[in-house]
């Protein structure tokens, strides 16, 4: 005992020391003054970013880093009883009330269709220019290969936006970055023409419940349109309860070897054989290239 009293002041120091550097390397990616980074998820559709970005979100915005949603279409054709404009209102307000439930700062929708997007310049601009808006540090969006063409093409909108972010005559009415963002994928399970790489992986259980209340916010998808696509409209609980019960067993698939192996990597194996709920993401070849260590550090949540 007298060897660990002399030792704790060390530990104390060494601790202290090592949450500075974290700190301090944090906020050399940093783009915004205050030293906290600028995170912006774009989907195709208003429950896209949640479903692959919810928990991660909710766990910076805990650390008070700015995280803003951008839905790159109005969502007016995912229902099978209603759509147009009364969907495309509905489903604003149910983005909305998953930003508050999240904690993160603002949830964007562009008036483009749900299901006819393509990736014309206007929307390429459009996406630099709520890039640029947002001084954003991350970058997160769809990979190209996957089976909805609005997933597809808002995943070539983001990546013929990386480079332009920082070419002061391309979309010149808003500022140019002077520093590239780093790039991230959301995690898919498309296998060609090449399978998604996780590259960083987190846990999420610490804020499991709050991003299942958050999409539970999202009613007209998680307990209408989605269960009707695949024939279980009549699985649906009508209990409130019962409902965010049943969205936490039927929504989300088990973690995967390859993530599993990242979690690994990243907080250790006997912490990572406990993480129950996880979201991943790969690092895209476009943007800012960070080491692996670099990576970390602008995900705090290793330690």
């Known amino acids: 005992m007298p060897q660990l009293v002399t030792l704790y002041p060390v530990m104390k120091s060494f601790l202290s020391l090592a949450c500075l550097l974290a700190l301090t390397a944090l906020s050399a990616f940093a783009q915004n003054p205050d030293g906290k980074l600028r995170i912006l998820a774009i989907g195709a559709h208003p429950d896209d970013c949640d479903i692959k970005f919810g928990g991660?979100?909710?766990?910076?915005?805990?650390?008070?880093?700015?995280?803003?949603?951008?839905?790159?279409?109005?969502?007016?054709?995912?229902?099978q009883d209603i759509g147009g404009g009364p969907l495309a209102v509905r489903r604003f307000k149910e983005t909305q009330e998953s930003a508050r439930r999240l904690g993160i700062e603002e949830y964007e929708v562009l008036p483009n269709h749900d299901g006819e997007l393509m990736p014309t310049l206007e929307i390429r601009k459009e996406?630099?220019?709520?890039?640029?808006?947002?001084?954003?540090?991350?970058?997160?969006?769809?990979?190209?290969?996957?089976?909805?063409?609005?997933?597809?093409?808002?995943?070539?909108?983001?990546?013929d936006a990386a480079f332009m972010v920082i070419v002061p005559n391309i979309a010149s009415d808003t500022p140019a970055l002077r520093k590239n963002p780093v790039f991230l994928y959301y995690s898919d399970h498309f296998q060609r023409?090449?399978?998604?790489?996780?590259?960083?992986?987190?846990?999420?259980d610490d804020v499991w419940e709050q991003k299942v209340n958050a999409l539970d916010a999202q009613d007209s998808q998680f307990y209408e349109w989605l269960p009707w696509t695949v024939g279980k409209?009549?699985?649906?609980?009508?209990?409130?309860?019962?409902?965010?019960?049943?969205?936490?067993?039927?929504?989300?698939?088990?973690?995967?070897?390859?993530?599993?192996?990242?979690?690994?990597?990243?907080?250790?194996?006997?912490?990572?054989s406990k993480v129950q709920h996880a979201e991943s993401f790969e690092l895209c070849e476009y943007g800012q290239q960070p080491t692996m260590e670099e990576l970390k550090a602008m995900f705090p949540f290793f330690k």
Request: proline share 7%; hydrophobic share 35%.
């Open 233 to 272: 409209s009549d699985e649906v609980p009508t209990d409130p309860k019962a409902r965010r019960e049943w969205l936490a067993k039927t929504r989300f698939g088990s973690i995967t070897p390859a993530v599993r192996e990242s979690l690994e990597r990243l907080y250790g194996k006997e912490r990572a």
């Open 56 to 79: 991660t979100a909710a766990k910076f915005a805990k650390l008070g880093h700015h995280v803003k949603f951008l839905s790159v279409t109005n969502g007016d054709a995912g229902h």
């Open 127 to 159: 996406i630099i220019r709520r890039i640029r808006q947002w001084n954003a540090d991350i970058v997160i969006a769809p990979r190209t290969n996957d089976y909805h063409p609005d997933h597809r093409y808002t995943g070539v909108l983001v990546q």
């Open 193 to 204: 023409p090449n399978p998604f790489r996780p590259d960083i992986a987190v846990s999420i």
